[in-house]
């Protein structure tokens, strides 16, 4: 699947976009955490995600092959 990171996701990934494996968003958090670190865990955390353009909260449902996820953290302003 596409990871997609945005605003303060990407600078605390490093990078803009990358391609994983993973079976649910919890597991692909879990995935990201360990191998980017604290700073992207954090961001994670609090995050909001889009699967194939939909957003999705629940962490348990599995991910479609070829899923595109968007890591979306919060915004301020408006």
Do not use: H, I, N
């Amino acid at each position: 699947m596409l990871v997609r990171y945005f605003a303060g996701a990407r600078a605390a990934a490093g990078v803009a976009e990358e391609k994983v494996t993973a079976a649910t968003l919890a597991e692909l958090v879990t995935m990201l955490t360990a191998a980017r670190g604290t700073q992207l865990a954090a961001v994670l955390g609090a995050a909001s995600y889009l699967v194939d353009g939909l957003a999705c909260r629940d962490r348990g449902a599995a991910l479609p092959d070829g899923a595109t996820v968007d890591v979306l953290p919060p915004f301020a302003g408006g």
